[in-house]
């Protein structure tokens, strides 16, 4: 039985969080020994499948009363210590500071470590520090898994070559679903309130069209980042007084009913890796409009005007007419939805954990040659 080790930050609700939820439940099915070594524990995480063991490598809370130099040494040696106890065929890494701490702390042990590429790398791996990393970290790596072909182009070439693109596998029940014969009066949105997914575009944008149709409502889904964000959006809304036709959700169970019987989907990010909830809503046939952002994820599974619709990133104007044009042109909209619907075709959870396995498989076979 392969031991496989799952490494991140936490569980907290998020798209790499999300992937591993499901990745780590798919390997599990599939007879394979699976941990999730995490740092912290979230408030509001997914739920893991009780075959898999989940193992806490963050600080204890002595080493949280060291300097932030000793608390980086401690939590490298933390995992490191896990790491050879365990043994594991092989780790699976996921987000940037994961990375590196997967990659230090398997130094010397011959455990192979796959790295994962979840966001822009202009902003997430650009800083000097990210460049000294990555520069002695990872070439490293046994392999690494990108969204698009963008983030891949920006590392090293040795990294390259041993890397695949993969995207996020979309669950089982948002597949195959029949296409609602009505719809709400609803244009859906899900993301964290986080500055660079412009939730701030997405409502001046809304506020256009609530001009045309004031019978539509905006439901923005998602929790708080903590970063200012969310009290900006209830500002704008305040100043508009938009509060009966603009919500802010948070992490409401409501999305999958919404996602499932809303008019539309929009996504206004400035930048972004592969956002899971909009492959689950074109799954599901919801016709969906997202900014052509970098590093390329919208752009990898929506060809404009064939399944969903792109427009230019921080263009207000530009996304309230593609909103429209879906409101007002039903045939259009629903042709759109019916084609993006294909997508749970090649990006089932079953297809993608095939090509992680194979890839995974590959390396281990690797090693041991």
């Not at 940037?96 to 822009?120: D, E, F, Q």
């Not at 990210?130 to 969204?147: E, N, P, S, T, W």
Request: with cysteine; glycine share 8%; charged share 25%.
């Amino acid at each position: 039985m392969k031991k496989i080790v799952f490494h991140l930050n936490c569980l907290e609700r998020g798209g790499a969080e999300r992937v591993v939820a499901n990745l780590s439940r798919q390997f599990a099915a599939h007879g394979y020994q699976v941990y999730i070594a995490t740092e912290w524990q979230g408030t509001d995480e997914y739920e893991i499948d009780n075959r898999i063991q989940r193992v806490h490598v963050g600080l204890s809370e002595t080493q949280k009363k060291h300097c932030r130099v000793k608390q980086f040494l401690d939590r490298i040696t933390n995992l490191r210590k896990f790491l050879k106890e365990v043994q594991p065929d092989i780790v699976l890494a996921f987000a940037r500071r994961a990375n590196y701490r997967a990659l230090t702390a398997a130094i010397g042990t011959k455990i192979p470590v796959v790295i994962s590429i979840r966001n822009n790398p202009i902003g997430y791996y650009d800083a000097w520090s990210d460049k000294i990393q990555i520069a002695l970290l990872f070439g490293r790596a046994a392999g690494c898994v990108f969204q698009t072909p963008e983030q891949k182009a920006y590392f090293p070439k040795g990294l390259q070559a041993k890397s695949r693109i993969i995207l996020n596998p979309i669950n089982e029940k948002f597949i195959g679903n029949p296409i609602p014969q009505e719809r709400e009066k609803t244009v859906v949105h899900s993301g964290r309130l986080v500055a660079f997914k412009n939730q701030r575009m997405l409502i001046e944008a809304f506020l256009q069209v609530h001009q045309k149709h004031p019978d539509y409502t905006l439901k923005i889904f998602g929790g708080d980042a903590g970063d200012g964000t969310k009290e900006h959006l209830e500002q704008l809304i305040a100043k508009n007084q938009a509060a009966e036709f603009i919500c802010l959700m948070g992490s409401s169970s409501q999305l999958e009913k919404d996602l499932r019987c809303g008019a539309v989907a929009a996504f206004s990010s400035n930048y972004e890796g592969m956002p899971n909830v909009m492959l689950e809503a074109m799954a599901l046939g919801l016709p969906v409009v997202a900014t052509d952002c970098p590093p390329g994820g919208p752009r990898m599974v929506i060809r404009s005007e064939e399944n969903g619709l792109l427009v230019p990133i921080k263009d207000p104007d530009a996304l309230a007419a593609a909103i429209n044009r879906l409101i007002e042109d039903r045939d259009f909209a629903e042709k759109l939805g019916r084609e993006a619907a294909k997508i749970g075709e090649t990006a089932s959870a079953d297809t993608i954990f095939l090509e992680w396995k194979a890839y995974i498989e590959e390396i281990c076979g690797r090693q041991k040659t």
